[in-house]
């Protein structure tokens, strides 16, 4: 079966990165290179400075890429080998291994309803090793940082933030990234504001942590020079920088538009009950959501998938369908129930810049019929 008003909607379109502001874009690469302004130039203080006013903190340093800045938070926040960390199962599995890199000992554990890390399953798996806990602020939604902040001060824990999805997002008016001690955010392409490949910023929770990450994004050298300490090489790339600043004048205006999408979605696909929404963008007070992605949970999610891709709509199954505590070549052992049963049913319909009102009318058309909704 197909829908008579077939179109095609990719679930995200690359080349349009770069094409939706080729001319700009092209000027600010002669103008840097013919600065030669390649490492550490002013491109990157600015956008960091810039970065570090929307979130509320000074303490902000681009990186090569979110990975890095989530293991160098680890670090500056003294976790090390004999600790445990935990973290949501539901998440990339370079969460897990900055916690791994550091020497330390991720331990998953599962999500709640809204696909984000469940504080009671937390508490359930604190132990005499655990150090610290790292909620994922997922698809673009901060997790309860009041009932983790909770868990952290009783048991003296750090909280470290994944905010690779969430630049932006926000919990009773504070900034994902800005609740503990370090923080990572990612610029990869797809992301809500990305790059040309990879990049990242970490955000430090105070001046010691940030003395720390300056430190080892850049050799061991402190911000007067010297080389203090062993470091590793995780700068952004100077022109990166340049790209992102010149994008991030408009993010306001981005973010706002997402949410129209994620709105027009809850309006359209609002009464299908074999499908679980994500919260709607004006369903909760204390979370503003940025829609990083649309990701949903649907009854026989492999035959709509297909269905989906039949009639020309792109969609992804985040993680490749595979959940951390599920990577058993890796070593994890949890069971992980409310996790597994997700990971049967999650999708990722199209949500992003290049997507317009239409395309979501049409993909929401096109899940009605599979369950038999009228348009």
């Known amino acids: 079966m197909t829908v008579q008003t077939a179109r095609a909607v990719a679930f995200f379109n690359y080349p349009d990165v770069f094409t939706s502001r080729e001319n700009e874009f092209v000027e600010i690469f002669r103008e840097v290179g013919r600065r030669g302004a390649f490492i550490l130039q002013r491109d990157l203080v600015e956008f960091e400075q810039c970065l570090g006013s929307y979130l509320g903190t000074p303490h902000v340093l681009g990186v090569a890429n979110a990975t890095d800045g989530l293991h160098m938070a680890v670090r500056a926040a003294g976790i090390g080998p004999g600790d445990e960390v935990i973290l949501s199962s539901h ?105 040309f490949g990879d990049g990242g910023a970490v955000i430090a929770g105070d001046k010691e942590i940030y003395n720390r990450l300056y430190q080892l994004r850049d ?20 022109l990166q920088a340049a790209f992102l600043l010149t994008q991030f004048k408009d993010y306001g205006d981005v973010v706002e538009r997402r949410r129209a999408l994620a709105r027009l979605y809850a309006e359209r696909l609002g009464d299908v009950s074999e499908l679980v929404l994500p919260p709607g963008p004006d369903s909760d007070a204390d979370h503003f959501d940025i829609y990083q992605n649309y990701e949903i949970e649907a009854e026989w999610r492999g035959v709509l998938k297909q269905f989906l891709k039949d009639n020309g709509v792109g969609t992804l199954i985040q993680w490749g369908g595979q959940a951390v505590h599920q990577m058993k070549a890796l070593g994890f052992t949890q069971k992980l129930e409310k996790t597994d049963r997700l990971f049967e049913r999650m999708l990722m319909l199209p949500l992003n810049m290049t997507v317009t009102d239409e395309d979501v009318e049409y993909v929401c058309e096109v899940v009605r019929a599979f369950y038999g909704y009228k348009a």
């Open 219 to 238: 050799h061991g050298r402190s911000v007067e020079g010297a080389i203090e300490s062993w470091g590793l090489n995780s700068r952004l790339d100077n």
């Open 91 to 195: 998440t990339m599995i370079a969460t897990a291994a900055a916690v791994h890199f550091a020497g330390a000992t991720p331990v998953p554990v599962d999500c709640g309803a809204d696909h984000l890390i469940d504080p009671a399953a937390v508490e359930a798996a604190i132990t005499p090793r655990t150090r610290a806990i790292m909620p994922t602020h997922l698809n673009g939604r901060t997790c309860n940082m009041d009932a983790l902040g909770a868990l952290a001060g009783k048991h003296g824990l750090a909280i470290v933030e994944d905010a690779a999805q969430a630049l932006g997002s926000k919990f009773k008016g504070r900034a994902a990234g800005t609740f503990g001690a370090g923080a990572a955010i990612s610029f990869y392409p797809a992301k809500v504001l990305g790059c």
